[in-house]
């Protein structure tokens, strides 16, 4: 029993750094998306913020993110980012 706990502490520890190591990836992806938003002039950091909305893991992330405005009647801007090595290599607006 004591060793079935001990394994259950183990694992939990584990899963949970690997859990928050993801996190912080797609928080730092969602930051690389926003600043290339802002670098060529497509939702400037100042009003928008960013939102995840979809993540699709692989060789070349791509990440989809919701720019909301902090400004009142402004639409918000749905873009996706393609992220290879940790580098913005095409942003799209969604329409």
Do not use: H
């Not at 259950?8 to 930051?31: D, F, H, P, Q, R």
């Not at 400037?44 to 990440?63: A, F």
């Not at 993110?65 to 799209?92: F, L, N, Q, Y």
């Amino acid at each position: 029993m004591i060793k079935n706990l001990i394994f259950s502490v183990v694992a939990t520890g584990v899963l949970g750094a690997t859990t928050s190591a993801g996190a912080t990836n797609w928080t730092e992806n969602v930051a690389l998306c926003a600043a290339a938003l802002d670098e060529q002039g497509i939702a400037s950091s100042q009003t928008y913020r960013p939102k995840l909305q979809n993540v699709r893991d692989g060789s070349t992330k791509r990440v989809t993110v919701k720019m909301t405005s902090t400004a009142d009647g402004a639409e918000p801007i749905i873009a996706e980012c393609k992220i290879r090595r940790g580098e913005v290599v095409d942003v799209s607006v969604k329409a």
